[in-house]
């Protein structure tokens, strides 16, 4: 049981390059959710995904699209990336269901985006 | 997003004193509360819970308590290990829509041996 697994670890991109990043969880979870954490800051809701077929914005969402592939996995894609989306990213999975609402984390990924 | 903030940033305690770390949160619409430790390159990890139908949930030496007059969320850590040194989250989760949390900015707990 690996919880959530999210990749790569650490991206280095230059301005206007896209990429992808992956996102699983195995522990059959209804909702699935993209953060960002900028130094010293909290988490920031990037999108979430309440479940499979469905996809919702969060409070930072301009300059990202994500993709609910399945219910294991949500993407995360930059189509575009900008030197304010140097970041980590956190994926993020949760039951889903009202009383059930714990939220696990993945180890995050690093991006810089020169 | 939300106001979901915290009073002190950093926070230097000595090895087996008590911390406490406090949060103050904006909405009287929340109803679901959790804290978050987050240890340097890692995600964060659940603590504990409270709903707002509690004033004072404990879990195993943290305690949280639940002032919703002055919309005010704490989290205690009894002697404190310098294994507690990292940065702690509240977030807020608002009724009717439990898949979404904001989260505090965070408070960093130095523990000195």
């Known amino acids: 049981n690996a919880g959530v697994t999210q990749t790569p670890k650490f991206q280095v991109l230059k301005t206007g390059q896209s990429m992808t990043l992956q996102c699983a969880q195995d522990?059959?979870?209804?909702?699935m959710y993209w953060y960002r954490q900028d130094p010293g800051m909290g988490l920031r809701l990037i999108y979430y995904s309440a479940s499979e077929g469905t996809t919702d914005k969060g409070e930072v969402p301009n300059g990202y699209n994500v993709s609910r592939l399945n219910k294991r996995e949500f993407s995360l894609r930059l189509e575009s990336a900008a030197p304010s989306q140097t970041s980590v990213y956190f994926c993020?999975?949760?039951?889903?269901?009202?009383?059930?609402?714990?939220?696990?984390f993945g180890s995050g990924t690093q991006l810089s985006v020169l | 997003g939300e106001n979901v903030g915290l009073h002190l940033p950093t926070l230097s305690v000595q090895e087996g004193d008590n911390s406490i770390i406090n949060c103050a949160y904006s909405n009287s619409a929340s109803d679901y509360f959790i804290w978050y430790k987050q240890e340097s390159g890692k995600g964060p990890q659940f603590i504990i819970d409270i709903r707002s139908n509690m004033d004072k949930r404990q879990g195993q030496r943290v305690t949280v308590l639940l002032n919703k007059t002055v919309k005010h969320l704490s989290l205690q850590i009894a002697a404190t290990q310098p294994g507690d040194s990292a940065v702690y989250f509240c977030a807020e989760n608002m009724a009717g829509n439990f898949n979404k949390f904001y989260f505090g900015s965070g408070t960093k707990l130095n523990v000195k041996p």
């Open positions: 993020a999975s949760s039951p889903g269901r009202l009383g059930l609402q714990e939220v696990f």
């Open positions: 522990m059959n979870h209804n909702s």
